[in-house]
């Protein structure tokens, strides 16, 4: 009896996920040509160009100054110090001065190196979170209202705590990494491997919240929590597959002085591209999820009527069941959308039926000014300026319609670069309806 059922029960299993994941695969590829319509409209490669080398600028500094604070505490240990100051003189390669690595880290914090890489980092990671910010600002757009002198001098603060946190942590992520090293011999194998996974995660726990909290806090509206942990970590997670990828490719260990030096400035400039054009994706992947519902209506209507979109809006977005599903709505014959004088502020879409527009008040209290056909857009204006309805909508046959709540619209009006060519279009043909009709 069992051998029996399972084969059934197998084919209901997929019977489920399939269409599951198909609608899965289907919402992923449409955010995705959104994200990437948003990429090439916003030119975002410029923007990453411009955090990468803001980024490059302080990251110099805070290597010194991680360094020093690193010698610092190892100088509560000599032998672990010694080994810690000859790898930094070997990762500095042929920038050092002679002698240059006792100078830096004999003095420990005060160390006049120290001190410059401070002044350093914070001019130049001022120019880091402002080129981030102004991207975001780009992709966000503006708040409605100017920021107050709090808010500007709290963004700054965050700022500097963030700063002091990402160096304190990589400097005891690079003392600690230097005493396992030393004492490996001394460890325990289990201890050793634990350990030596501990310090290497440091590295990637830093990006994963330096992405998350940024995406968080400095879009004006923000992301969920949910969603900027869940995007920033698949956002790192690539950066952390392709800069293995490249180590395995480019192995600079292999080349003379002069070239491993320009190999590892090859690799360095590659894994910073690659971080931030991943940041600024991830960044726009969690303003499509915000406005997924309008960008998808203005895909829909923007291909309207054509016989054929093309590829691949014609297998994305002619058949929108999410806006169905949310907004659809069915009307009976005669059934009244809304009258005149009514409070609303949703707009509506005609996919299937006809409305008739009806005067209000006065001598011509019944008069249809106007009937809307399929594709149309009506009760605009309501959505658009807050007011009361200034006509009754009323179905003359059986209705669908999508009715937009005013943010959903709203925003399709600020977003779409064809919206404003269209609803001006449709106001115009209706006004020049309406004056043939009343026209003695």
Same mark, same amino acid.
């Given at each position: 009896?069992?051998?029996t059922?399972?084969?059934?029960?197998?084919?209901?299993?997929?019977?489920?996920?399939?269409?599951?994941?198909?609608?899965?695969?289907?919402?992923l590829?449409?955010?995705?040509?959104?994200?990437?319509?948003?990429?090439?409209?916003?030119?975002?490669?410029?923007?990453?160009?411009?955090?990468?080398?803001?980024? %490059?600028?302080?990251?110099v500094?805070?290597?010194?100054?991680?360094?020093g604070?690193?010698?610092?505490?190892?100088?509560?240990?000599?032998?672990?110090?010694?080994? /810690?100051?000859?790898?930094?003189?070997?990762f500095?390669?042929?920038?050092? @001065?002679?002698?240059?690595?006792?100078?830096?880290?004999?003095?420990?914090?005060?160390?006049?190196?120290?001190?410059?890489?401070?002044?350093?980092?914070?001019?130049?990671?001022?120019?880091?979170?402002?080129?981030?910010?102004?991207?975001?600002?780009v992709?966000?757009?503006?708040?409605?209202?100017?920021?107050?002198?709090?808010?500007?001098?709290?963004g700054y603060?965050?700022?500097?705590v963030?700063?002091?946190?990402?160096?304190?942590?990589?400097?005891?992520?690079?003392a600690?990494?230097?005493?396992?090293?030393?004492?490996?011999?001394?460890?325990?194998?289990?201890?050793?491997?634990?350990?030596?996974?501990?310090?290497?995660?440091?590295?990637?726990?830093?990006?994963?919240?330096?992405?998350?909290?940024?995406?968080?806090?400095?879009?004006?509206?923000?992301?969920?929590?949910?969603?900027?942990?869940?995007?920033s970590?698949v956002?790192?997670?690539?950066?952390?597959?392709?800069a293995? =990828?490249?180590r395995?490719?480019?192995?600079?260990?292999?080349?003379?002085l002069?070239?491993?030096?320009?190999?590892?400035?090859?690799?360095?400039?590659?894994?910073?591209?690659?971080?931030?054009? @991943?940041?600024?994706?991830?960044a726009?992947?969690?303003? =499509?999820?915000?406005n997924?519902?309008?960008?998808l /209506?203005?895909?829909?209507?923007?291909?309207?009527?054509?016989?054929?979109?093309?590829?691949?809006?014609?297998?994305? /977005?002619r058949?929108?069941?999410?806006?169905?599903?949310?907004?659809?709505?069915?009307?009976?014959?005669?059934?009244?959308?809304?009258?005149?004088?009514?409070?609303?502020?949703?707009?509506?879409?005609?996919?299937?039926?006809e409305?008739?527009?009806?005067?209000?008040?006065?001598?011509?209290?019944?008069?249809?000014?106007? =009937?809307?056909?399929?594709?149309?857009?009506?009760?605009?204006?309501?959505?658009?300026?807050?007011?009361?309805?200034?006509?009754?909508?009323?179905?003359?046959?059986?209705?669908?319609?999508?009715? %937009?709540?005013?943010?959903?619209?709203?925003?399709?009006? *600020?977003?779409d670069?064809?919206?404003?060519?269209?609803?001006?279009?449709?106001?115009?043909?209706?006004?020049? *309806?309406?004056?043939?009709?009343?026209?003695?």
């Open positions: 009896m069992r051998k059922q399972e084969p059934s029960d197998l084919a209901a299993l997929g019977a489920l996920v399939r269409p599951a994941t198909a609608r899965g695969l289907k919402a590829l449409q955010r995705l040509s959104f994200v990437l319509e948003l990429n090439a409209d916003l030119e975002i490669g410029n923007h990453s160009a411009a955090g990468a080398l803001a980024f %490059l600028l302080s990251a500094p805070a290597l010194l100054l991680s360094f604070l690193a010698g610092a505490v190892l100088e509560l240990f000599p032998h672990a110090s010694l080994g /810690f100051q000859t790898w930094a003189t070997k500095l390669g042929p920038v050092q @001065l002679p002698d240059a690595a006792p100078k830096l880290f004999a003095k420990g914090f005060f160390a006049l190196g120290t001190l410059a890489a401070v002044l350093g980092l914070l001019y130049a990671s001022r120019l880091f979170f402002a080129s981030i910010r102004k991207t975001l600002k992709i966000w757009g503006s708040p409605d209202h100017a920021p107050k002198w709090t808010d500007t001098v709290g603060v965050l700022e500097l963030a700063l002091l946190v990402l160096v304190s942590i990589l400097a005891l992520s690079e600690a990494r230097t005493l396992v090293f030393t004492n490996q011999s001394q460890l325990d194998p289990d201890m050793l491997a634990l350990m030596t996974f501990l310090v290497s995660a440091v590295p990637f726990l830093i990006l994963w919240a330096f992405v998350a909290v940024t995406l968080r806090l400095f879009p004006h509206k923000k992301p969920s929590r949910l969603q900027s942990t869940l995007y970590l956002a790192v997670t690539l950066f952390s597959v392709l293995a =990828v490249l395995v490719a480019i192995n600079t260990d292999q080349y003379s002069l070239y491993g030096v320009v190999a590892n400035l090859v690799v360095v400039l590659l894994n910073v591209s690659a971080f931030f054009t @991943l940041y600024f994706l991830a726009l992947f969690l303003f =499509v999820e915000q997924f519902d309008a960008m /209506f203005g895909r829909y209507y923007r291909h309207w009527g054509e016989a054929k979109p093309p590829f691949p809006d014609n297998l994305l /977005f058949n929108p069941k999410r806006l169905r599903a949310l907004y659809g709505r069915t009307y009976q014959p005669g059934e009244v959308l809304f009258r005149a004088g009514d409070a609303g502020s949703t707009a509506f879409f005609i996919e299937d039926g409305v008739e527009i009806l005067l209000p008040g006065g001598e011509h209290k019944d008069a249809v000014l106007d =009937v809307l056909t399929p594709g149309q857009i009506f009760g605009e204006t309501a959505s658009i300026l807050g007011e009361p309805r200034n006509a009754t909508a009323r179905a003359k046959g059986v209705l669908n319609a999508l009715e %937009l709540p005013a943010e959903v619209f709203g925003f399709y009006l *600020r977003a670069r064809f919206a404003s060519k269209r609803i001006i279009g449709t106001m115009a043909d209706r006004l020049k *309806r309406a004056n043939s009709r009343t026209a003695p």
